[in-house]
């Protein structure tokens, strides 16, 4: 699950097989992306930079950076940029997708002015007096940090690579991209905070500011002293960052100078709320008094408990090493070990209890022995690192990084079982109760999810909740050329393509069925229409109708034939149901003339008018009662065919007798009369 | 099944309605006939030679199939009674007794009507039953096509020997 949250997506990204001759790719009309021309100084990490021209404005240097759709690029803040551009940042000129040739398929393509200056090397500020560092590094930063703030958006990709001169001159930085990968997901761990650090790449959530001068001050780090050994980080330096805390892990030898010390524990605190914020930063680099809080250390252990063949010190860390191996997990929670090793080595006693009365409620805990296993090991993880993400099982992602990480899991087509099962224990407040700082918003969300989760069918599923909880999320049906965001141009797409479509088979796929549906706001209950099928519910394919129905009505465009033409093919069963001949040969025609007219709407109206159904429900049960009648009576006059005669001999004789008799009696009476 | 057992059996209306025409026939003869004897010997002698067809249809009938006998002895009676009331008119002698019984005419009088009665007892049956099919089979052709219209109109499931309807349900709800 680590490996398909947080897996380097740019993998399927490369030149390879793709030439200049092959034909360029325009964005927003008017910038030419050049798929043959490369510039890998610019690259990002899950996106690959290349030539781009405007057309209008040839002479302006651009280029573009391609991020796989996989990599859930930041499209709405991108656009957002590129609208109201943020002094300092380098903002994205125009944003769209695209089909991009060597990816074989759809990618967002973002369009940036190309930096004037190199981008900054390792050590590039070791030889900066404080004063420059501030005026030429700090000053900027601090200006796009606040403004960024002030908008209600995060960077989340603040890191030493990503950092460019804004001129030749080198006179002052400009901050790179933040558009082309979810937030926080380039970031390596050291860059986040203890909180967000071990959550998998694409599940550390768009975070709050202070994320964001939390990687600032790693970042400062990181350009005067270095904290790369050759081209990476050291693993060894993420845990000891995540035991011994950020400053005494990242500068463990090196002493700042004094007037950078505050301003370091100022950003690197590991405790949130003592964390500067922009408004601190600007202060300090105006020069004024700010104090820096107090070194926060943690509790540590002097005797180590063993995970594995992992020793963990801090309960911080014992949470990230528990969580790893969940089996060994479970069984030293149980046993007490962990119990014991709270109180009696890192003397935490209060801590200790809650843990054992976790374990003790666990055993009284109702559902499957690996769903209550996983919610222990979270409960338990929580008390240990409470500010930490949420663990559950093999996925380790921050609450709110919930959204990110279904859609890498869905994007990516990986299983998602487990997944569902975290959103579930979420919204039964399972995981994070111990908490009691727990963000209710964020429980509704995911219960809404789960009610989207549960319900099934082409509005529900994993696929609706994929798009509730990422709003922002385009269309990304695999049948589409590129991601679409609206509605009316997703049904017209859908009816170019309805040529092709077999004459079974659903009209759209879970993509855009659940993402039509949560772009209307429709709950897959609302979807129970009134024609059903043999087994009394409405097929997945009228379902579908309906919801492209409504989504036409609202959305349009007024005619979708091909469509129509498709949906009355699959709507022929249903037809076929009522049984009314008269009424079925109505239904028809009237299904006809909306194919003519291409009106999903009108023809599911059709098909939902219950006056036909009802009556033709009464009235095959009142023919089959006729029917049902008219065969016992027939039965009945076999019956008397068979034994019938002989007593109709038997009467024919009594008649003649009657008349006999009559007869007589008339001679006699007659004759008397006569006389 | 039930219908034919129900049909085969003689119902009590059946029986009380033969008792009552057995007794009717038993008075005739044990009571009526002795007294006429005792009002008018000779006249009561040609009324039994002439009611002599009634006697052997009831003796050679079975007694469970007596209708014939009874309607040949009605039309016998219808054809004695004129003569024996023509008889006792003319006094009911010895002698005009026996100018009746040489009179070929009275005894075409006293025995044809009981030839009738046995035309009417062979032709009445059998009419009768032809009638009775005729009226089964045309009700049998109403009922089929009626049946026929039905599955026209509603298709194979009208028929419940076809199993339950693929029937649609009402609303459950709409989408608003």
């Known amino acids: ?150 908008r209600g958006v995060t960077h989340r990709a603040i890191r030493a690579d990503n950092l460019f001169w804004a001129d030749a001159a080198e006179s002052e930085i400009v901050l790179g991209e933040c558009v082309s990968a979810a937030a926080g997901a380039d970031q390596p761990a050291l860059y986040e905070p203890l909180d967000r650090m071990t959550a998998t790449q694409l599940g550390r959530g768009e975070g709050a500011p202070a994320d964001d001068l939390y990687a600032l001050g790693v970042t400062l780090i990181d350009i005067l002293y270095g904290l790369r050994s050759g081209q990476a980080y050291p693993p060894h330096l993420v845990f000891r960052k995540l035991e011994h805390g950020t400053l005494t892990s990242l500068l463990p030898r090196v002493s700042p100078a004094p007037e950078l010390a505050g301003l370091l524990r100022g950003l690197l605190s590991d405790e949130v709320r003592w964390r500067w914020t922009p408004r601190h930063l600007s202060r300090w680099i105006a020069g004024e008094r700010v104090d820096p809080p107090s070194p926060s250390g943690q509790a540590t252990a002097q005797r180590a408990i063993f995970v594995d063949k992992a020793r963990f010190r801090s309960a911080r860390s014992l949470a990230h090493g528990l969580s ?44 499957a022995r690996s769903s209550a296993r996983n919610i222990l090991l979270q409960r338990c993880c929580r008390l240990l690192d409470p500010a930490g993400p949420v663990r559950f099982g093999g996925i380790s992602i921050m609450p709110d990084g919930v959204g990110t990480a279904l859609a890498a899991l869905v994007l990516q087509g990986h299983e998602t079982s487990e997944f569902e099962a975290l959103l579930r224990s979420l919204a039964a407040n399972d995981l994070l109760g111990p908490v009691p700082e727990q963000d209710l918003a964020s429980t509704d969300r995911f219960s809404a999810a789960v009610s989207f989760l549960n319900a099934g069918g082409p509005a529900g ?35 170019r393509g309805a040529f092709d479509l077999p004459d079974s088979g659903p009209l759209a796929d879970r993509h855009v069925t659940a993402f039509v549906a949560s772009r209307l706001g429709l709950h897959p209950l609302q979807l129970a229409g009134v024609a059903q099928n043999g087994n009394g519910q409405a097929s997945d394919a009228q379902n579908e109708l309906r919801l492209l129905g409504h989504a036409q009505a609202y959305y349009g465009p007024p005619a979708l034939r091909a469509l129509a033409r498709a949906a009355a093919v699959r709507l022929s069963p ?74 109709a001999q038997r009467e024919g004789q009594k008649v003649a007798t009657a008349v006999s008799l009559s007869l007589a009696l008339a001679i006699v009476c007659s004759v008397l009369a006569i006389s | 099944m039930s219908v034919a057992r129900h049909q085969s059996r003689p119902t009590r209306l059946v029986r009380r309605s033969r008792r009552s025409a057995h007794g009717l026939l038993w008075w005739a003869a044990v009571v009526a006939l002795p007294f006429a004897a005792a009002l008018s010997p000779f006249t009561a002698m040609v009324v039994a030679v002439g009611l002599a067809p009634a006697m052997v249809a009831w003796i050679t009938s079975a007694p469970a199939q007596r209708y014939g006998a009874i309607s040949v002895a009605c039309m016998s009676l219808a054809g004695v009674v004129p003569v024996g009331w023509s008889l006792l008119e003319a ?26 009665g046995w035309l009417i007892y062979l032709t009445v049956p059998p009419v009768h039953e032809m009638l009775f099919a005729r009226r089964l089979e045309r009700r049998r052709r109403m009922l089929q096509r009626h049946q026929k219209r039905l599955l026209q109109e509603w298709g194979p499931h009208a028929d419940p020997a076809q199993g339950s309807p693929e029937a649609g349900v009402p609303a459950t709800e709409a989408v608003s």
């Open chain 1, 324 to 367: 790893r191996e969940p089996e060994l997990a479970v069984k030293l929670l149980r046993d007490g070990t962990v119990e014991q090793w709270l109180r009696v080595s890192l003397g935490d006693a209060r801590l200790a209890s809650l843990v054992g009365r976790e374990v003790q409620e666990a055993q009284k805990r109702p559902g």
């Open chain 1, 574 to 647: 249903i037809i076929r149901s009522i049984h009314n001949r008269a009424d079925r040969k109505r239904l028809a025609a009237a299904i006809a003339a909306c194919v003519e007219q291409g009106d999903l709407s009108s023809m599911i109206a059709h098909v939902d008018d219950v006056r036909v159904w009802e009556r033709d429900r009464v009235g095959l049960q009142r023919a089959r009662r006729e029917f049902a009648m008219c065969s016992r009576e027939l039965e009945r006059l076999r019956d008397a065919e068979r034994s019938g005669l002989s007593q």
């Open chain 2, 91 to 116: 006094g009911g002698s010895a002698a005009v007794a026996s100018r009746y019984l040489g009179d070929p005419f009275v005894w075409l009088a006293m025995y044809s009507p009981a030839a009738v």
């Open chain 1, 461 to 495: 599923g994993v696929h609706r909740a994929l798009y509730e909880l990422n709003p922002d999320l385009p269309c990304m049906s695999p049948a589409l050329t590129e991601p679409m965001s609206d509605v009316r141009e997703l049904l017209e797409a859908l009816d």
């Open chain 1, 1 to 150: 699950m680590d490996g398909a949250i947080g897996s380097e997506a740019i993998d399927g990204i490369g030149s390879g097989g793709w030439s200049e001759a092959e034909a360029e790719v325009l964005l927003a009309g008017r910038y030419r992306l050049l798929p043959g021309r490369r510039i890998p100084s610019l690259d990002s990490p899950r996106a690959l930079a290349y030539e781009a021209v405007d057309v209008e404005a040839p002479a302006r240097a651009l280029f573009c950076l391609i991020s796989p759709v996989e990599a859930l690029p930041r499209l709405p803040l991108a656009r957002s940029l590129s609208a109201t551009p943020v002094d300092g940042l380098l903002n994205p000129c125009a944003a769209g997708y695209c089909r991009w040739p060597s990816l074989g398929g759809a990618a967002a393509a973002f369009l940036f002015p190309r930096p004037k200056g190199s981008r900054l090397r390792p050590g590039a500020a070791a030889g900066l007096s404080t004063a420059e560092l501030s005026r030429r590094v700090l000053k900027p930063l601090a200006r796009v940090l606040a403004t960024l703030e002030a």
